[in-house]
């Protein structure tokens, strides 16, 4: 990125005199993503802008869990990141009215997208346990950084040009004391491996099995355990119907909670729904303290698999280690997962030229970005996600106060 200033920490300093926006991508509640491509690079990216009046207004007010507070989060763990499967942090921008960074773009969208392009709105169980290993590396990484997701959901998981996941959003992520601090998170390397020995071991995950183009490699040292925490937080954060009964509870949590909210997500790719989703707030958080997920069908490794990751009790859930040699994995050579070069589905590079507002092929972020939220006050919040029809709703509540208030927070991608 030639042009660019880079910071401290070799974190590219980026400028709107070197960036095209090309169009919007998605509109969260304080904030927009773009597509920007960069004049002295041809490499798209993602760039998330939020308005500087937003953050520094709910800074102002000192509570303990701001928005201030989680943007700069953000930004610190995507600067950690060395993962294939987790963003880049490619540059940070900043002016008078707008702060911003971008991270690697993802041209298949999310997984919510996909699942919605499916015949029945469902995939099949080949499918499942693809995106379903992945999503196991992933947490598994992060855990081992003392990362805890808090935020899993199909909207938060992107398709990559490669056909490989990455989970995107990290404004509800927190750290959790590991108990060995000297463990140090798995390194990843990039080696594709030919295709046709790729096939052969990951038959059922290539694309024949059931995505077509139309709906349309990396060698892993994984850690041998998932680290303990010493330390449970009380905050009460998440989506809400993929919230975990000990976060409604508020009696503390930790890494538990993201196997929870991946047990929904697979019950949910499963059937096409959530297990526990109510006509409202208060009998979706009823539903998931007092009832059992209902697992029609025959008894399946899957079926079991998403039982043990839906056990209410934290204690008793099952995590990383047994998880990964659970018969729904079985035979799964884990350390070769991410070496498949035809993942299911393998989106179309889309040509950019012509993009842009009203045929422009420049937009003005700024006033973009003044012209959405500008107006908006803490009592008025209005949130889509790149057009699709989404109940969804983040919401967050600070310490044991559980008062449930929707929060503006930025729900992107």
């Known amino acids: 990125m030639n042009g660019d200033e880079k910071q401290d920490d070799d974190t590219v300093t980026l400028s709107f005199d070197r960036l095209k926006a090309v169009t919007a991508l998605g509109r969260g509640a304080k904030g927009v993503v773009f597509l920007v491509k960069g004049e002295d690079f041809g490499e798209l990216l993602a760039l998330k802008v939020i308005l500087r009046d937003c953050i520094e207004k709910k800074s102002n007010k000192n509570e303990s869990d701001s928005e201030y507070k989680r943007v700069c989060f953000e930004q610190q763990v995507l600067r950690k990141f060395k993962h294939p499967l987790l963003p880049r942090l490619r540059g940070v921008l900043a002016t008078e009215k707008i702060v911003g960074y971008a991270i690697d773009y993802c041209p298949g969208r999310d997984l919510n997208s996909l699942r919605k392009k499916q015949t029945e709105k469902m995939f099949s169980v080949d499918i499942i346990r693809f995106y379903a290993a992945e999503l196991v590396l992933a947490l598994q990484y992060l855990h081992s950084l003392g990362i805890a997701y808090r935020d899993l959901k199909p ?83 998440g989506t809400e119907e993929y919230v975990a009964p000990e976060v409604i509870l508020g009696k503390g949590h930790d890494f538990a909670v993201d196997w929870w909210s991946l047990g929904v997500l697979l019950y949910e790719m499963l059937y096409g729904t959530t297990p526990f989703k109510g006509s409202c707030r208060k009998e979706t958080f009823n539903r998931i303290l007092s009832r059992e997920p209902e697992l029609v069908g025959e008894a399946t490794p899957l079926r079991d698999l998403i039982r043990k990751l839906l056990e209410k009790d934290p204690k008793q859930r099952i995590h990383v280690e047994k998880i990964k040699s659970h018969d729904f994995f079985k035979g799964l050579d884990w350390d070769s997962v991410l070496q498949i070069s035809r993942p299911p ?67 992107v991608f």
């Open 155 to 237: 909207e938060n998981i992107m398709i990559q040009e490669n056909g490989h996941v990455m989970l995107v959003d990290f404004d509800l992520s927190t750290n959790l004391p590991v108990k060995s601090a000297t463990s140090s998170p798995p390194h990843y390397s990039v080696t594709v491996k030919p295709d046709s020995v790729t096939r052969r071991r990951f038959s059922p995950f290539c694309c024949n099995s059931g995505i077509s183009p139309e709906d349309s490699a990396v060698d892993s040292m994984m850690t041998p355990n998932e680290p303990d925490t010493a330390k449970k937080t009380n905050s009460f954060v």
């Open 345 to 411: 589905y393998i989106p179309t590079r889309v040509e950019d030229e012509n993009w842009g507002t009203d045929g422009n092929n420049k937009i003005d972020v700024e006033l973009f970005v003044e012209g959405v939220f500008g107006g908006v006050g803490d009592d008025k919040v209005d949130v889509v996600n790149n057009g699709e029809g989404n109940d969804n709703e983040k919401v967050l509540v600070k310490g044991l106060n559980h008062n449930l208030c929707e929060i503006d927070n930025f729900l």
